[in-house]
């Protein structure tokens, strides 16, 4: 069946017609059964690459006699421990089945036919299409150097335009936007628009003159900022995330929150990780180490790269990236081919351990070299 001929089409909500799935990344039991391959690395879907603490395997564990029962809907002791980390009341605080549940609540509660959403070329792909499900029009910004362009997008702002999505950093890009500016765009921005910072990758990155947007909550009431258990704290296939906002905001996004979109082990895990300081160091510390073996290698291999500031590197592989794909995934290599961000010859990879980092640049060069 094609789109086209799906026979309630023509009841659906305007803008499902023209929407495309979000498409992630090719899990490893695909690849063995596809191929028969048993030794695969997965580097496509920016997971740390350590897993998650023990601490919160013990509190995943510590859940399991309780299965049969609902979580707290209302997630009260991970609200709290959110709260004291960002130094915020709990009453700011959204929870979500990841951090894209808060992003598609977010579309929910402030888009509809006839208002606007902005976001940027090479922007992550749930901005348009949480967007496009509630009937939104779609205004991308061209991006520079794959990165915000800042002033081009205040320039779009409209009457109509009622969210803005930001991502610091940019999936798939890597790229970054310091302090100066991004505060400078915020403020920027009309007090009935809502702006919405996705950090995400936050916990990576160490540049002196990187942001923390949770910081200014206090001056920008039309601020959201989002945050996500699946990267640094390795809680991936458990979906907890969360957002934090004015109160105002953060009434309106848990009225249309499920009660129950935070399960058991997600609450206990996510809070549990919070404390465990040493383990973050540690992936953070992997994460740079990776990186840079991973563009020690590139530079000396030869294809061009975006300089990135997550767990991830987009490289130029010079060619249609599908046929690059193809090959690496036959040398049991899983990267991720961003065509479908209007990339045609980029390739995203994780940074893995150091022995996958190694098995990945000689899959590369053996297949950039054919």
């Given at each position: 069946?094609t789109?086209?001929s799906?026979?309630?089409l023509n009841?659906a909500?305007?803008g499902i017609?023209n929407?495309k799935p ?7 039991s695909?690849?063995?059964r ?5 030794d695969?690395?997965?580097l496509?879907?920016?997971e ?17 006699s ?5 979580p707290?809907?209302g997630?009260?002791?991970l ?6 980390k ?7 605080i ?6 894209n549940?808060v992003?598609?609540i977010?579309?929910r509660v402030?888009?509809?036919p006839?208002y606007e ?5 090479y922007?992550?792909?749930v ?5 496009q499900?509630v009937?939104a029009?779609l205004?991308?910004?061209p991006?520079?150097n794959y ?7 205040i320039?779009?702002v ?14 798939p890009t890597?790229t970054?936007?310091n302090?100066d500016?991004?505060?400078?765009f915020v ?5 009935n ?13 160490a540049e002196?003159?990187y ?5 200014w909550l206090g ?6 900022v ?6 640094a ?8 995330g969360?957002?934090l906002?004015?109160p ?11 009660p ?9 895990a996510a809070?549990a990780?919070?404390e ?7 992936a953070?510390?992997v ?7 991973l563009?020690?290698g590139?530079d000396a291999?030869g ?5 990135s500031?997550?767990n991830?590197i ?10 690059v ?5 036959q040398?049991g ?6 065509a ?5 010859n980029h390739?995203?990879?994780t940074?893995?351990l150091e022995?996958e ?12 070299n054919?």
């Amino acid at each position: 069946m094609t789109q086209d001929s799906n026979q309630f089409l023509n009841i659906a909500t305007p803008g499902i017609a023209n929407l495309k799935p979000y498409v992630p990344g090719k899990p490893v039991s695909d690849l063995e059964r596809e191929l028969g391959i048993n030794d695969s690395i997965k580097l496509v879907s920016n997971e740390n690459p350590l897993g998650c603490s023990e601490k919160a395997k013990a509190a995943i564990q510590a859940e399991l006699s309780e299965m049969a029962r609902y979580p707290d809907g209302g997630g009260f002791a991970l609200r709290n421990a959110l709260a004291e980390k960002h130094n915020i009341d709990s009453a700011c605080i959204t929870l979500g089945n990841g951090s894209n549940d808060v992003l598609d609540i977010i579309a929910r509660v402030f888009l509809a036919p006839g208002y606007e959403s902005l976001f940027s070329q090479y922007a992550f792909a749930v901005y348009p299409i949480s967007s496009q499900a509630v009937g939104a029009t779609l205004n991308m910004a061209p991006a520079s150097n794959y990165g915000h362009d800042l002033e081009e997008m205040i320039n779009r702002v409209g009457e109509n335009t009622r969210v803005v999505w930001i991502a610091n950093p940019n999936n798939p890009t890597g790229t970054w936007l310091n302090s100066d500016e991004l505060e400078n765009f915020v403020a920027a921005i009309p007090k009935n628009v809502i702006v919405v910072v996705d950090e995400a990758y936050i916990e990576y990155v160490a540049e002196d003159e990187y942001p923390d947007a949770s910081l200014w909550l206090g001056k920008y009431p039309n601020l959201i900022v989002t945050r996500t258990f699946s990267k640094a704290y390795g809680l991936a296939s458990l979906r907890i995330g969360y957002g934090l906002s004015h109160p105002d905001v953060a009434d309106l996004l848990n009225r249309v929150r499920q009660p129950f979109n935070a399960n058991s082990m997600a609450l206990a895990a996510a809070e549990a990780a919070l404390e465990d300081h040493a383990f973050i160091q540690q992936a953070v510390r992997v994460n740079r180490e990776g990186m840079s073996q991973l563009a020690a290698g590139l530079d000396a291999m030869g294809p061009e790269y975006i300089p990135s500031v997550g767990n991830f590197i987009t490289i130029d592989v010079g060619q249609p990236v599908e046929a690059v794909d193809k090959a690496l995934l036959q040398e049991g290599c899983i990267a991720r081919p961003v065509a479908n961000y209007g990339m045609p010859n980029h390739l995203r990879v994780t940074i893995g351990l150091e022995d996958e980092n190694r098995r990945f640049l000689s899959a590369l060069s053996k297949v950039l070299n054919k």
